[in-house]
């Protein structure tokens, strides 16, 4: 894949998709980041986002579309010196210590020679692997092991960071101290794209979000008005004795039941526009016995997440 250069935005995305054998892993999404986004990239499993993700860093060549970045931020013929990129999948060099690691991305970031050593202290202290820069990578923890490829990719300071699952086996506190340094980097300009299941951390520390469902674009824009949008729908969790089989009939058609992920002996019911409750429940009764209902809060992106993965359930 090419870096081609635009004159607007970070990067732009034009008519993406993606396809692996016969699996359409994007269809046909556009999109521009702006140069200082913080950008929350989430949907269930499948949904995309690591195709997404590997796309943007060129790892990956579309079957259709382009995209293209903004030379006056990014190095269009050495993207690695302005990209700090984290995949989902560890990549580290198993035949380098946790230093030589980190050096290794200083160089591909084109930091100069006499400048790597201190990068290098300096990233394995912001992960909190300064005392491990001379183990082998064999033997560190999972999470540790993470670590080393977050500290390979933010070694260089680079202009913008893409990055799937940073979070992945670290501890809250670790977590929390990488979205901190995050919202640093993005006070001085720099872009983010992000995906987590950590959706907690995404709603507190980024403003827009793009959200991918079966590789389509449902949403992309500002984080709030994301919020405010899904905040006339109420969310009620509904458990039963029975396990759910999706075959609640409603006389309203604002009122929708969904898949549970967590638990199949209960659903959620879903209200929009001044539905009934009341009536919802008339429904109910004639197929299950409820147990227990209550209020879920609907406004924040981990409820909206719930809400999108039994939309995905109910039409597989």
């Known amino acids: 894949m090419e870096f081609n250069s635009c004159s607007y935005g970070i990067l732009s995305v034009n008519s993406l998709s993606v396809k692996y054998d016969s699996v359409n892993a994007l269809k ?6 702006a140069a200082g986004d913080f950008v929350a990239l989430v949907g269930a499993n499948g949904a995309g986002k690591s195709s997404l993700l590997n796309a943007l860093y060129g790892l990956i060549s579309p079957s259709n579309g382009d995209i293209t970045y903004n030379s006056s931020y990014i190095n269009t013929k050495q993207p690695a010196t302005s990209i700090g990129f984290a995949a ?3 990549i580290v060099d198993w035949y380098l210590n946790v230093s030589e690691n980190v050096y290794l991305g200083a160089i591909l970031g084109g930091i100069k020679k006499d400048n790597i050593k201190p990068a290098v202290i300096k990233a394995l202290e912001r992960v909190s692997l300064i005392e491990k820069a001379n183990s082998s990578v064999e033997t560190l923890s999972g999470g540790q092991q993470q670590r080393v490829q977050i500290a390979r990719a933010i070694v260089h300071e680079p202009t913008l960071y893409i990055l799937d699952e940073p979070t992945t086996g670290l501890d809250p506190t670790l977590a929390e101290s990488f979205f901190l340094y995050l919202q640093e980097e993005n006070a001085k300009g720099k872009t983010i794209i992000v995906s987590s ?7 507190k520390y980024c403003n827009k979000v793009l959200f991918l469902e079966n590789g389509t674009l449902l949403y992309y824009g500002d984080l709030k008005k994301f919020l405010k949008l899904n905040a006339n729908k109420r969310l009620y969790l509904v458990k039963t004795d029975t396990v759910f089989k999706n075959d609640i009939l409603f006389n309203d058609s604002r009122v929708t039941a969904l898949y549970n992920p967590n638990d199949e002996k209960s659903f959620f019911i879903e209200l929009t526009n001044g539905a009934s409750l009341e009536n919802a429940l008339q429904d109910l009764i004639s197929s299950y016995n409820i147990i227990e209902l209550k209020l879920f809060d609907k406004n924040d992106l981990r409820s909206i997440f719930i809400n999108e993965k039994g939309r995905d359930k109910n039409a597989s």
Do not use: T, W
């Open 197 to 203: 299941h950590d959706l907690f951390l995404l709603e």
């Open 88 to 90: 989902q999948k560890l």
């Open 28 to 33: 046909d999404i556009s999109f521009s980041i």
